[in-house]
């Protein structure tokens, strides 16, 4: 079955700076890799995805970045704002059967 | 826009107990997912449904949890009888169709075992 890691556990950054959170997968058969992002109380929120055919997908100030043949995947936000502070999680599956596994999220913190 | 709706939002058990969770998906997503997420983890999948047939039930503890969605709609997820460990929030999502389609998520059933 698919494994899925992510890190940082924790990540801290200025407002205004960027911040980078990378995920590894095992399963080469993965195809779709979302991240979602889930504030305290609530329910995750897909914010973007990329899907194995594409390296790279673009949202304003949120991008990942997908290397197939390295099986990691990163999520990259710039000019972070702290309404960005959340738990923000990877997952990997989309092969057949839908199997998907999610990272074990990472906490952001945008100081102001 | 439509949503997951689960209920109910929180649940307070006592141990051996038997405790049930209604899921209802957003209209016309043919497949739907139960989770459980533990405090500072990532949802772990306990069950996949295509329609109200089960795709993947392996991280399922069989010996103590069911589930079922009878007409391919809504779907419950039960336990008994409960135990402490079960402590965790127990989400719920729907997407389209399997194999790489969104995933809509529920608010989720905060669940505490006494």
Same mark, same amino acid.
């Given at each position: 079955g698919e494994n899925v890691e992510q890190h940082p556990s924790t990540l801290s950054v200025q407002e205004g700076d960027s911040a980078v959170i990378k995920c590894t997968y095992s399963d080469?058969? /993965?195809?779709y890799f979302p991240w979602y992002k889930q504030e305290l109380g609530k329910r995750p929120q897909l914010i973007i995805d990329i899907r194995s055919n594409v390296g790279e997908k673009k949202d304003q100030r949120i991008a990942v970045t997908l290397n197939k043949t390295a099986k990691h995947f990163s999520l990259h936000i710039t &000019?972070? @704002?702290? &309404? !960005?502070?959340a738990v923000y999680f990877c997952a990997a599956g989309g092969n057949t059967g839908n199997q998907f596994y999610f990272g074990t999220g990472t906490s952001l913190t945008v100081i102001p | 826009e439509a949503e997951v709706a689960q209920s109910p939002r929180y649940k307070i058990t006592e141990k051996s107990q038997a405790v049930a969770f209604w899921c209802d998906p957003i209209s016309g997503h043919a497949t739907l997912y139960w989770y459980r997420q533990i405090l500072g983890q990532g949802p772990e999948l306990l069950v996949q449904f295509q329609d109200e047939s089960v795709? !993947? !039930?392996? @991280? *399922?503890?069989?010996d103590r949890f069911s589930a079922e969605r009878l007409k391919g709609v809504d779907s419950t997820l039960k336990i008994q009888?409960? &135990? *402490?460990?079960? /402590?965790a929030m127990y989400l719920c999502a729907s997407s389209l169709?399997?194999?790489?389609y969104e995933q809509y998520f529920g608010p989720g059933t905060r669940l505490t075992v006494t």
């Amino acid at each position: 079955g698919e494994n899925v890691e992510q890190h940082p556990s924790t990540l801290s950054v200025q407002e205004g700076d960027s911040a980078v959170i990378k995920c590894t997968y095992s399963d080469s058969a /993965s195809n779709y890799f979302p991240w979602y992002k889930q504030e305290l109380g609530k329910r995750p929120q897909l914010i973007i995805d990329i899907r194995s055919n594409v390296g790279e997908k673009k949202d304003q100030r949120i991008a990942v970045t997908l290397n197939k043949t390295a099986k990691h995947f990163s999520l990259h936000i710039t &000019e972070t @704002q702290p &309404e !960005d502070s959340a738990v923000y999680f990877c997952a990997a599956g989309g092969n057949t059967g839908n199997q998907f596994y999610f990272g074990t999220g990472t906490s952001l913190t945008v100081i102001p | 826009e439509a949503e997951v709706a689960q209920s109910p939002r929180y649940k307070i058990t006592e141990k051996s107990q038997a405790v049930a969770f209604w899921c209802d998906p957003i209209s016309g997503h043919a497949t739907l997912y139960w989770y459980r997420q533990i405090l500072g983890q990532g949802p772990e999948l306990l069950v996949q449904f295509q329609d109200e047939s089960v795709v !993947d !039930d392996s @991280q *399922l503890p069989k010996d103590r949890f069911s589930a079922e969605r009878l007409k391919g709609v809504d779907s419950t997820l039960k336990i008994q009888p409960a &135990e *402490l460990g079960d /402590s965790a929030m127990y989400l719920c999502a729907s997407s389209l169709a399997p194999s790489g389609y969104e995933q809509y998520f529920g608010p989720g059933t905060r669940l505490t075992v006494t």
